[in-house]
DNA sequence: TCAGAATATGAACCACGGTTCCGTTTGTCA
DNA sequence: TGACAAACGGAACCGTGGTTCATATTCTGA
């Protein structure tokens, strides 16, 4: 495919290994404290590496980008599974949502990529696919317990998530508290006392 | 100040009176289509004018997209007074939000400019106050009569607002329904009934 | 230790889009 | 109708930031 993404292809060089990983861990220092719109020039500066090696690793940056949220997406999907040991389906479903949003909420660069950058997101979605299947399975167990609301989709989540992000970075940040905003969409996911549910009109 | 944007100061002159309204249209049109993004040309070029014209009437973009910001959330207040007539206040109140939300879903340009162009989001900030003052109205009344939820700040619905908003655009835009976004969040917000959420089985 | 390939470098390139500028046109008023 | 200010038009300007490329450096295997 692209690069040396795939370790089987072809042994990187020593010196070239350890460039890459820096320029990772750079680009995600940059991209979150600066979002998305940060420079390509600032990733090198902060990697100590010229801006020539950056493209070496990354053929643009979309697809730096989409690695970072690559990893992020492979770390959510460890959480979850980590979630799916306690016992208390609601408890392991609210607390995964509360780490995931912590989480992004010190990085705004996922955020923005995730909303704006379409291509990095597209080039995520292999990742997105397989946390998304980790998380289904506790989305099902939290209804078979009765906690969660019975006509959720688990797709329904990145949706929700991506508002909850959304309102985290941007002019609206000032007056916003990503808590408050998630504890009322729990309290909008929580399975209801069984009767009187909502009539549309 | 800048220009002629108060119509007390001075009298346009007839075909600069026109232009100004043509420009406006313009770019709620062209805004609408193509997102925060669009550019100055396009809307000049839509609205049959010369570029240089635009910024006769406009010092800039973020001015321009302020003022049609502004007149979103003028509509949006007077919406919300309409809504002050109906006697059921969480009728009134989610009937608000979703004509908001579909409002919104067609004019990409506002969830932009809301959640990225801060100038222009601080250009509109006098009218946004004065239409928050009206829901906040609309709010109490709700709360009162104990649809909504007690805990609900007027001044939070910008971010669950924003949230909403964003999730209609970008990558995520796909697989996503609004109102569905939109019917969790309200449910967030009904007032519980009475004693603390409880665990069905 | 050496050759050659792999990798690094960063100045330069280029597209894009907001903004300016000045010659031209048009409305207004006497 | 004539004169002048107001308004218009749009080519040119300019900063920004992603991307490239020719040259220099470094690693690796023999």
Redesign the interface.
Same mark, same amino acid.
């Given at each position: 495919m692209t690069t040396q993404a795939d370790p089987g292809i072809r042994q990187l060089r020593a010196d070239a290994r350890r460039n890459r990983e820096r320029i990772l861990e750079a680009a995600a220092e940059v991209f979150a404290e600066q979002g998305a719109d940060a420079q390509v020039d600032d990733v090198a500066r902060r990697a100590g590496v010229g801006v020539g090696t950056v493209y070496r690793h990354f053929p643009n940056k979309d697809v730096l980008m989409g690695e970072l949220v690559t990893r992020k997406f492979r770390s959510f999907a460890d959480y979850a599974r980590e979630a799916l040991e306690e016992k208390d389906a609601w408890e392991a479903f609210s607390k995964l949502l509360h780490a995931t949003a912590a989480n992004m909420a010190e990085n705004i660069a996922l955020q923005d990529a /995730?909303?704006?950058?379409?291509a990095a997101?597209?080039y995520a979605e292999p990742a997105r696919a397989e946390m998304n299947a980790v998380i289904d399975t506790l989305v099902k167990r939290a209804q078979r317990?009765?906690?969660l609301?019975k006509d959720?989709k688990t =797709?329904?989540l990145?949706?929700?998530m991506?508002?909850?992000?959304?309102?985290m970075?941007?002019?609206?940040a000032a007056?916003? =508290?990503w808590r408050?905003?998630l504890?009322?969409? /729990? =309290?909008?996911?929580?399975?209801?006392?069984?009767a009187r549910t909502?009539r549309a009109?």
């Open positions: /995730l909303r704006t950058t379409s997101f597209e317990q009765g906690a609301r959720f =797709d329904e990145g949706m929700l991506g508002g909850l992000c959304a309102s970075s941007g002019p609206l007056q916003c =508290d408050r905003h504890e009322i969409m /729990l =309290d909008g996911l929580r399975a209801k006392p069984a909502r009109s």
